[in-house]
């Protein structure tokens, strides 16, 4: 269910506290200033429900942090980041192999037929769509776009794997 949040107030944080995103490359992660929190409200079922979120700066305006473009990890103080900066680098890494596996599999268990774009997608998104890109990027995967109506003209996205990746990940009978 899709809840529609309104902003009823914005508490400012001092000097020194981040946002921090995850993305594709090298470094692993950035992070921009965190202005203040953000104080949201509700109504669900007649009842209204407040929540609090971290904000950040965009053109001008203070929007939460999570926004619908994902890899949004956590806002901490620059101390705090630092010092788990790298348990969260190795879950960060360790979830990507299990995600890129888990679509490798996928693949090579459709076949010529491929998987649809959106099939390919685990949680976190972010994380799956960065894997997905690498993938392609890397020549692991094709992918090609399928006309399915023309009103409006809509494609269907499918992913699959290269030939020379289907053989290397071929399922083994046993």
Same mark, same amino acid.
């Given at each position: 269910? @899709?809840? =529609?949040?309104?902003?009823?107030?914005?508490?400012?944080?001092?000097?020194?506290?981040?946002?921090?995103?995850?993305?594709?490359?090298?470094?692993?992660?950035?992070?921009?200033?965190?202005?203040?929190?953000?104080? /949201? /409200?509700?109504?669900?079922?007649? /009842?209204?429900?407040?929540?609090?979120?971290?904000?950040?700066?965009? %053109?001008?305006?203070?929007?939460?942090?999570? =926004? &619908?473009?994902?890899?949004?990890? *956590?806002?901490?103080?620059?101390?705090?980041? /630092?010092?788990?900066?790298?348990?969260?680098?190795?879950?960060?890494?360790?979830?990507?192999?299990?995600?890129?596996? =888990?679509?490798?599999?996928?693949?090579? %268990?459709?076949?010529?037929?491929?998987? !649809?774009?959106?099939?390919?997608?685990?949680?976190? !998104?972010? +994380?799956?769509?960065?894997?997905?890109?690498?993938?392609?990027?890397?020549?692991?995967? *094709?992918? *090609?776009? !399928?006309?399915? @109506?023309?009103?409006?003209?809509?494609?269907?996205?499918?992913? +699959?794997? &290269?030939?020379?990746?289907?053989?290397?990940?071929?399922?083994?009978?046993?």
């Amino acid at each position: 269910m @899709s809840r =529609d949040w309104t902003t009823v107030a914005f508490n400012p944080l001092p000097p020194g506290w981040v946002n921090v995103w995850e993305q594709e490359g090298d470094p692993l992660f950035f992070t921009l200033p965190c202005p203040g929190v953000l104080v /949201e /409200e509700c109504v669900e079922d007649g /009842e209204r429900v407040t929540r609090t979120v971290a904000a950040k700066f965009d %053109e001008g305006y203070v929007v939460p942090a999570m =926004d &619908a473009n994902g890899g949004y990890i *956590t806002t901490e103080t620059v101390e705090v980041w /630092e010092e788990y900066r790298a348990t969260v680098t190795a879950e960060v890494l360790a979830s990507r192999e299990w995600i890129k596996a =888990d679509m490798l599999t996928k693949l090579a %268990e459709a076949g010529a037929e491929g998987v !649809h774009a959106g099939d390919l997608l685990a949680y976190p !998104h972010h +994380r799956a769509f960065i894997v997905r890109d690498a993938l392609e990027r890397d020549g692991l995967v *094709t992918l *090609t776009r !399928h006309l399915i @109506s023309m009103q409006p003209s809509r494609t269907v996205a499918v992913y +699959r794997l &290269a030939s020379a990746t289907a053989k290397a990940v071929a399922p083994q009978s046993v």
